[in-house]
């Protein structure tokens, strides 16, 4: 066998998201791009802030002597206050540059984190439905993912489960909010209860459990919420995020991880983090990205584009019989599968040139997710294929 085994085994079962996304580009040859319509990957189709492109310039033309050189491996100090400085006004405490690693985007930042606190064998819970690639990532480091189902019917924490689910072997729950696929927020009365609970199971086990906060689309929220900033709640909390979404630069890779300065030997795990941040390969996050999202903390894409796109699709599906929640924020939409098998779903879907991604994929079969980031007037010519599904799959009549 040329490659490894689990490796094989492993893109064997991969990422539903890549698979559909390479399905379109075939659809696209064969029919044209304006009759395929592709919600599948959370790719933004919004442009970055114009403060982005005005510190860009600046700093393109003039370039401070050494600007390309390497620098300490957790970033430049100047990023890391920067940070600090936003998530210390959200929080409400002292959160300093020694508590912040400039990481080559959220993945990176997660693979950083787990390399730092896991053991071999030690559990990390993961909350069903949930971005696929955290199995992997766990594995990486010698960890053993346990799912946990969020509420079936809300997709808020279930937090009794949660409890169930922590055991001494557990060192870490993940959660991500809003929340990929499902767009929800967990409101600040779930992440206190979960803090409390998370403190007391600590506190019987005699054992630090990490909550790690995965916050890439924290600044993407409608209907005038806001996510609450973890650090109120759990102490032994962790951020880690990305800008590809709330400054609309996924190709930049560009992200960090943030310590709560209340967490249990903080500065032991900083040590550890920049350590396993350089000897992982990231080695450092990209110097000119971080420069820039130095000055863009408090600067946000617009998010009423994408609101508009949820409320056209969340609108028009529901009319069709088709079942969700409403999201809260990010930029998709996760409805129950019209047929038991999703993924037999998703291939009557593709029959109208519809491409979206089965619930599978995300740990939750019988569901389909729907990345509505795209151009609104692709939405708006999707719309008859999905009543042409509806009616194929039995939601409405002809």
């Avoid at 032991?268 to 990205?289: H, K």
């Avoid at 979206?356 to 019988?366: E, K, L, N, Q």
Wanted: charged content about 20%.
């Amino acid at each position: 066998m040329a490659i490894a085994t689990k490796i094989q085994s492993c893109i064997e079962g991969s990422s539903w998201i890549r698979r559909m996304f390479e399905e379109g580009g075939r659809l696209r040859e064969k029919f044209g791009a304006d009759n395929v319509y592709d919600f599948t990957l959370g790719n933004p189709d919004v442009d970055p802030p114009e403060k982005f492109y005005t510190e860009l310039r600046a700093i393109a033309n003039s370039p401070e002597r050494g600007i390309h050189r390497y620098m300490s491996n957790a970033g430049y100090e100047e990023s890391r206050a920067s940070v600090a400085a936003m998530l210390s006004s959200s929080s409400g405490l002292p959160v300093s540059a020694g508590q912040i690693v400039m990481t080559c985007g959220a993945s990176g930042a997660l693979n950083v984190v787990l390399k730092t606190i896991l053991n071999p064998g030690e559990e990390v819970i993961i909350l069903t439905p949930h971005f696929v690639e955290y199995r992997f990532y766990i594995d990486n480091h010698g960890g053993v993912p346990h799912e946990v189902w969020t509420d079936r019917t809300t997709f808020q924490l279930d937090i009794p489960a949660i409890e169930m689910a922590i055991s001494e072997k557990t060192r870490a729950i993940i959660i991500n909010t809003p929340n990929n696929p499902t767009g929800v927020i967990y409101p600040a009365e779930s992440l206190a209860e979960l803090g409390q609970m998370i403190e007391r199971r600590e506190r019987e086990l005699g054992r630090q459990i990490y909550l790690i906060s995965d916050e890439p689309y924290a600044r993407i929220s409608y209907d005038g919420l806001t996510v609450p900033n973890i650090f109120r709640y759990v102490t032994n909390s962790l951020i880690v995020t990305s800008h590809s979404k709330d400054l609309a630069l996924p190709g930049e890779r560009i992200g960090y991880i943030a310590a709560n300065p209340l967490m249990t030997h903080v500065d032991l795990f900083m040590e550890g983090a920049i350590f396993c941040n350089r000897t992982l390969g990231f080695v450092n996050a990209p110097a000119l990205m971080q420069r820039l999202v130095s000055k863009l903390q408090n600067e946000s894409v617009d998010v009423e584009s994408y609101r508009q796109k949820r409320d056209l699709l969340y609108g028009t599906l529901t009319s069709l019989g088709y079942h969700m929640v409403k999201p809260d924020g990010a930029f998709y939409l996760f409805p129950k599968s019209p047929v038991p098998d999703d993924v037999a779903f998703v291939r009557a879907a593709q029959k109208h040139n519809l491409l979206i991604v089965p619930g599978a994929g995300f740990g939750a079969p019988g569901f389909f997710r729907i990345a509505y980031c795209v151009d609104i007037k692709m939405i708006e010519r999707s719309l008859p294929a999905w009543k042409a599904l509806a009616v194929e799959t039995g939601l409405v009549g002809v």
